[in-house]
């Protein structure tokens, strides 16, 4: 049975390592309702195509030779392509919706969201391991430190971290008044350890992002009280630590200190911002979505302080719910409906 699945669940997380072959510039798409990958130029230009496709919703590169994978829920494949768009490997695994990336060996870590399981897959495509009894998980985010896995059970409520070897490190949830930990993205700061989540509004209660330590205790959130929208999209600049926010629902984008403190909002956008993509290269932002008809946008570049170094446009012919995105010996991959990973110097 082939199934067709939107998880709107952005999660970036950027990694640390150097790079001699890594001289792409631009990023990569993924058009779901369009069934196709796109690569796209810094300035938003369409450079190439890649069909045969059915839904695809994630990609992430392996910033070891520039090949991207491409997560698709259509046909429940799992495909690698080079970085001129030519296919390396498929392997059928289900529902691939969101992948993050070892960068010492190019593992991809895959949320296999209708078997309700974490799979990890070799570079070059072998199934290592499978971790069964993950409920309805949103997001794999990856250590670079030491290649473990952060992810979320929607139905225990709990997040739990995996070694890089497959066995359970912990499993957490949050007791008192907001005791449900339900994550629907999640990114690693790729200098600490640290793990960020945005917590979804389930059961009634706020939504949040939030900052754990390598052990699982929180150290803030964001709010501290209140409310703020539902969203999807997260990524760490590996450079200053920020984290950039897609709060969906207000159509915005947020950008936060290290430390949880708002730096400012980017108000102006006129789709729903689900996948973010931070190029450490020159700290500017991909922002990828969808909009409506009349508006007709789905794609915009942000430099570090907000400022569209892309004025607003439409890649494709569809939602994108992935993003992938390159900048020069920097790459950076959302897992994203994604997941972002980036390479920096």
Known sequence: MVYKITILVTTLTLISIKSATATESGCWVTVAHGAKVIRVTPAGA????????????????????????????????????????????????????????????????????TSNEIVKVSASGNVLFRIPNVSRPRFAAVDPRDGSCWTCDIDTQEIIKISASGSIIFRKKKEGNEKEYVGVGGVVDPKTGQFIMYKSSYMGNPTRIIKFDPRGNEIWRYPATGWMPDGYGLAVNANDRSIWVGETYYRRVTKLTAEGKLLFHVTDL????????????????????????????????????????????????????????????????????????????
């Open 46 to 113: 369409e450079k190439f195509i890649v069909t045969g496709f059915d839904y695809p919703v994630s990609a992430a590169i392996d910033v070891r030779d520039d090949a991207v994978w491409v997560g698709d829920t259509g046909d429940g494949r799992l495909t690698k392509l080079t970085k001129t768009g030519s296919i390396l490997k498929r392997v059928y695994l289900g529902t691939p919706t969101r992948l993050g990336i070892d960068p010492r060996n190019g593992a991809v870590w895959v949320v296999n969201w």
């Open 270 to 345: 006129r789709f729903l911002p689900w996948t973010l993509s931070v190029c450490v290269g020159d700290n500017s932002v991909y922002v990828v979505g969808d909009g409506d008809i009349s508006q007709k946008t789905n794609f915009a570049r942000l430099d570090a302080t907000g400022r569209k170094l892309v004025s607003e446009k439409r890649v494709g012919d569809g939602s994108i719910y992935g993003v992938a995105a390159y900048a020069g010996g920097v790459a950076v991959e959302p897992s994203s409906l994604g997941r972002i990973r980036a390479l920096f110097k």
